[in-house]
């Protein structure tokens, strides 16, 4: 799912045209993303500065020729960054705490008997 995402990002920023301002900025950031692929998803990092849409594209008319081929590509990149940057589940946050020495096992603290402990509710201990 990724390497297509990855290859449909690449194709639509490589349909800009050369002049354009917005293909070196969105082809550094597809080699950057191409070179944390191979990296575990918690293992990443933050997801990579987007280029501003609103300075590329919203700022061109509706009838501008680079409008439609810029919105495509920054479309494309917004999907893959999406795809490779979810949000981690609960379990892998928990496994990259221990990875990362944040909590360890000896760190968890052990839930303390209360004095009322085994008593029933009908049970009161002073």
Same mark, same amino acid.
């Given at each position: 799912m990724a390497s297509d995402l990855m290859q449909r990002a690449v194709e639509s920023c490589e349909a800009l #045209?050369?002049?354009? *301002?917005? +293909? *070196?900025k969105l082809? #550094?950031?597809? @080699?950057? =993303?191409? !070179?944390?692929m191979t990296e575990t998803r918690a293992d990443r990092g933050r997801r990579p500065p987007v280029p501003d849409k609103r300075q590329y594209v919203n700022q061109l008319g509706a009838s501008h020729p680079r409008r439609p081929a810029r919105m495509a590509a920054c479309d494309a990149v917004d999907q893959l960054l999406d795809h490779m940057w979810r949000p981690l589940s609960s379990t892998e946050r928990a496994r990259k705490r221990r990875r990362t020495g944040v909590i360890g096992p000896l760190n =968890?603290?052990? +839930? +303390? %008997? !209360? %004095?009322?402990?085994?008593? @029933?509710p009908e049970t009161v201990v002073h």
């Open positions: #045209e050369l002049n354009d *301002p917005l +293909r *070196p082809l #550094e950031l597809l @080699g950057d =993303v191409r !070179s944390r =968890v603290r052990k +839930r +303390r %008997k !209360s %004095k009322n402990w085994g008593a @029933g």
